[in-house]
């Protein structure tokens, strides 16, 4: 199948789908609310309807930094986080370690290291809040986190904490978590609520 929209009175540009994109566009229950055109692909903006299933139950979700619990009364999930941390660290740790006097050079390996921190880390959250929202879905279970807004402000200078813990408690990616778990939950009619 072929995309194809007019460029102007002569022009027609095409563009040729993948079976991934086809299915979508076939699918009635999806509709097509924006799209981006680049040289060598398109991306397609779409929405879907989706209906809260009336909860049973819920999950409550305690985020620490070397683990997260999630469960009820009936079951308790533990999932092990420190990885994270480690991660963090040996990227510090390695972007220390160089020592070129190129401001330059400099910020491009540390841009590279803190994007390659960056992906490490969602990859990670990613598997956890797939495997909460799965859970939470098959139970009929609201999912409850906690409202932990401006928690950062316990981990600045002056609070008497270290340099390394106050960096290692500003490096904790609890809102990434929390904006995973959000947006899958929505996707899958899963309710949320804060507390």
Same mark, same amino acid.
């Given at each position: 199948?072929?995309?194809?929209? !007019?460029?102007?009175? +002569?022009?027609?540009?095409?563009?040729?789908?993948?079976?991934?994109?086809?299915?979508? @566009?076939? *699918?009635?229950?999806?509709?097509?609310?924006?799209?981006?055109?680049?040289?060598?692909?398109?991306?397609?903006?779409? #929405?879907?309807?989706?209906?809260?299933? %009336?909860?049973?139950? $819920?999950?409550?979700?305690?985020?620490?930094?070397? *683990?997260?619990? $999630?469960?009820?009364?009936?079951?308790?999930?533990?999932?092990?986080?420190? %990885?994270? !941390?480690?991660?963090?660290?040996?990227?510090?740790?390695? $972007?220390?370690?160089?020592?070129?006097? %190129?401001?330059?050079?400099? #910020?491009?390996?540390?841009?590279?290291?803190?994007? &390659?921190?960056? &992906?490490?880390?969602? #990859?990670?959250?990613?598997?956890?809040? =797939? %495997?909460?929202? #799965?859970? $939470?879905?098959?139970?009929?279970?609201?999912?409850?986190?906690?409202?932990?807004?401006?928690?950062?402000? @316990?981990?600045?200078?002056?609070? +008497?904490?270290?340099? &390394? +813990?106050?960096?290692?408690?500003?490096?904790? !990616?609890?809102?990434?978590?929390?904006?995973?778990?959000?947006? =899958?939950?929505?996707?899958?009619?899963? !309710?949320?609520?804060?507390?």
């Amino acid at each position: 199948m072929l995309l194809s929209f !007019p460029i102007d009175n +002569y022009k027609k540009c095409v563009i040729p789908l993948n079976s991934h994109t086809q299915e979508l @566009l076939q *699918n009635k229950s999806f509709k097509v609310k924006s799209f981006v055109i680049t040289p060598d692909s398109i991306s397609l903006g779409i #929405q879907r309807e989706t209906e809260e299933f %009336d909860c049973v139950n $819920a999950v409550g979700i305690d985020r620490n930094l070397r *683990n997260l619990t $999630a469960g009820n009364y009936e079951t308790v999930t533990v999932y092990n986080m420190s %990885d994270i !941390p480690k991660i963090t660290h040996r990227t510090k740790k390695i $972007a220390s370690s160089f020592k070129r006097n %190129d401001h330059r050079i400099r #910020q491009k390996i540390y841009s590279k290291l803190g994007n &390659r921190k960056t &992906r490490r880390v969602k #990859q990670f959250l990613n598997r956890i809040s =797939k %495997d909460i929202v #799965q859970k $939470a879905k098959e139970s009929k279970s609201m999912i409850v986190l906690e409202d932990i807004k401006g928690i950062r402000k @316990l981990y600045r200078k002056g609070n +008497y904490q270290g340099k &390394r +813990y106050r960096g290692m408690m500003n490096s904790w !990616p609890f809102y990434e978590l929390q904006r995973q778990i959000q947006y =899958k939950s929505e996707r899958e009619g899963v !309710p949320v609520r804060y507390v």
